[in-house]
């Protein structure tokens, strides 16, 4: 699996509150959510953002509550893939159960900033940086991982597992 995308960068610390405020909670409609989608840091993202764009941020990215609101809110979005220095762990888990790609890579993020085109392939574990033209080199995902991004969340990974057996 291959994304390609222009990078909208955020800084260390960015919580799940300011992801997805919880006055937009009451909600489970995920257009909508995507609607207001980082507002409260960010209030020209929403017009920005394009299908297939990438998140980069710093450290402990998706700290907060352990609502699975916020990747939803970002993957609905259009972002495809989130590359961070590090991640909250309930972030991390919600964001492969819902097929959104994350990285972690302290040396992309520290090279990629706001504006730049990048290109992943997961399978191979590189990340491009187009502007720049250099590569950094991830573990990729372990295949059952590529899988469930690819089926778009662990629900629909199953839903097809199962049909197979």
Known sequence: ????GVVH?????????????????????????????????????????????????????GCGSSREHAPIAIKASGIHCIIAKSFARIFYRNAINI????????EAVEAIESGDEVSIDFE??????LRTNQSFNTPPFPPFIQEIINANGYLNWI???ENKI
């Open 159 to 161: 839903s097809k597992r």
């Open 9 to 61: 960068k955020y800084n260390d610390n960015v919580d799940t509150d300011v992801i997805i405020p919880a006055r937009y909670l009451n909600t489970s409609d995920h257009k909508e959510l995507a609607s207001h989608c980082m507002e409260d840091i960010d209030n020209e993202f929403v017009s920005k953002v394009k299908d297939g764009d990438i998140m980069v941020g710093g450290w402990n990215f």
């Open 99 to 106: 097929g959104l790609a994350i990285i972690e890579s302290k």
């Open 1 to 4: 699996m291959k994304v390609q």
């Open 124 to 129: 191979k574990g590189i990340i491009t940086n």
